[in-house]
């Protein structure tokens, strides 16, 4: 079973910046499609970000702002978040999809972490 842990949460004011981070283990060398996902209170699961090999997905809200990267042995994955909004406030998840198109559809990943919390205000 994949394992995914997250850190790098906080809370910072609006403009501020964040970097999350994603340790990955438990899985074989393949391509795996790794998204961030967040949730804030009340509200749905929302797909923030997506990325398999050297191809990247973001949500329009986020374009411009925020940027996934893996490190090159693909056992961490990053999302820095810049010009950061209270509406970013939620509960950000890092998600793995072993196979299938790497869509910011939170129903389609396999593999969760436990979250970590930003809070902007």
């Known amino acids: 079973d994949v394992q995914l842990v997250e850190s790098g949460g906080g809370s910072v004011q609006a403009g501020g910046t964040l970097k999350l981070s994603c340790q990955a283990s438990?899985?074989?060398?393949?391509?795996?499609?790794m998204g961030w996902f967040r949730q804030a209170p009340g509200k749905e699961p929302e797909g923030v970000a997506a990325?398999?090999?050297?191809?990247?997905y973001y949500a329009d809200s986020v374009k411009g702002r925020f940027t996934i990267s893996q490190d090159n042995a693909k056992s961490n994955l990053y999302l820095q978040m810049n010009s950061l909004k209270p509406e970013d406030t939620a509960t950000y998840y890092c998600a793995a999809r072993r196979r299938g198109s790497c869509l910011l559809d939170w129903t389609l990943y396999e593999n969760w972490g436990q979250g970590t919390q930003v809070t902007v205000s």
């Open positions: 438990g899985y074989t060398y393949e391509s795996w499609c």
């Open positions: 990325q398999r090999d050297a191809a990247t």
